[in-house]
């Protein structure tokens, strides 16, 4: 069985009394929440100044008042992540960071003795949950699916990098280890229902991690797996159970976000980053990739560029490292579906023809 090494680990804590359960609360007053049809007094929570429910916040609150395994579990929480499911057709888990999903994910999936795979061009986040994890860890070179060892267990890439705006071959990929894909850059965005790069690859890959503080509009993120990874995290994800629930006003955005990222807003985008990319060509420049993140790399001239851009009226800050390597400074653009062809245009007579 495909996942039965994280069922497994589930059994262990189900037969030792130590897997974790979710409950929501529904807060009635500063220290009164209703739980399972009846009001309780909470004794447990970190609301240590009676603030998060004060008249003159939002009609949700503003916090928790604790982890979601405590007294911070929401209502909205579970209609967030049943919307997920539903776009995504498998169970989500909802985080309160990119950074906490990521961590949360890669420190929990390996054992002692599995291997697992990430591409050189990961994200901090992900470098970092495989830094706390018990597995072996190996870096691979970017975008060759050739490098990976016949003994891989996982295999961690991005579907959009978002510094080179490029996307992995995912169907070249070998099929048994675990295929982790890190779409913050592309949820909403790319997909037939916006479910990412992976998606429109054609690919499904074993864990999803998106974020709802791109293209959602709010903040927070959220992985997408099999049920036995959903358990897994929720009784052993470090950065999942020792941290305040999200904010209910941050899960209604990003819930409104999701329902909000229509076919119609992801085909505008993609006639809004066709048009620019054109431009870019006819103005005789080479960016990378072919998405809505679009890298001009310039070099050292990247920030008098940066520089001569603000000057003229946009905002496009010059790359270089350490986030880049010596020598491939560069301008990064992003294309938004509320961009105009006016503003699109004003962009490229900004920049000017190719130096």
């Not at 429910?53 to 979601?68: E, F, K, L, M, P």
């Not at 990064?332 to 190719?354: C, E, M, Y």
Request: glycine residues 10%.
């Amino acid at each position: 069985m495909r996942y039965r090494p994280w069922q497994r680990r589930q059994e262990a804590l189900d037969d030792a009394g130590l897997t974790r359960h979710l409950r929501p609360l529904t807060p009635t007053g500063p220290v009164t929440a209703i739980i399972e049809n009846r009001e309780v007094l909470i004794a447990s929570s970190n609301d240590y100044l009676g603030l998060a429910n004060q008249v003159s916040a939002a009609a949700r609150g503003t916090g928790c008042g604790g982890s979601r395994l405590i007294t911070g579990d929401r209502k909205v929480h579970h209609e967030l992540e049943d919307s997920l499911e539903e776009l995504f057709g498998r169970p989500a888990l909802i985080f309160p960071s990119g950074y906490q999903a990521n961590l949360a994910v890669f420190s929990t999936v390996g054992e002692p003795g599995d291997l697992l795979c990430s591409d050189k061009l990961n994200h901090a986040s992900i470098i970092d949950g495989l830094r706390l994890s018990s597995a072996v860890r190996k870096v691979i070179p970017h975008a060759q699916p050739q490098s990976v060892p016949v003994e891989a267990r996982l295999i961690v890439v991005e579907g959009l990098y978002s510094m080179d705006g490029d996307k992995p071959p995912f169907a070249s990929y070998p099929g048994e280890p675990w295929l982790a894909v890190d779409e913050a850059h592309a949820v909403g965005c790319l997909g037939p229902k916006g479910q990412g790069a992976a998606a429109e690859a054609g690919v499904t890959p074993d864990i999803i991690i998106g974020t709802f503080g791109k293209a959602y509009g709010a903040a927070g993120a959220f992985v997408i797996g099999p049920p036995e990874l959903k358990r897994l995290l929720i009784s052993q994800g470090r950065s999942f159970i020792f941290t305040t629930g999200m904010a209910e006003p941050v899960a209604a955005m990003a819930l409104a976000g999701v329902r909000l990222a229509t076919t119609e807003l992801r085909q505008r985008l993609a006639a809004r980053v066709q048009r620019f990319r054109s431009g870019l060509a006819q103005l005789g420049w080479k960016p990378l990739g072919s998405a809505h993140i679009v890298p001009l790399v310039v070099g050292q001239k990247a920030m008098a560029l940066s520089a001569k851009l603000l000057k003229n009226g946009v905002l496009a800050p010059g790359i270089r490292w350490p986030t880049v390597s010596a020598g491939q400074e560069r301008l990064r653009f992003t294309v938004s579906a509320a961009h105009s062809d006016n503003q699109i245009d004003t962009i490229l007579d900004a920049l000017g023809p190719a130096e």
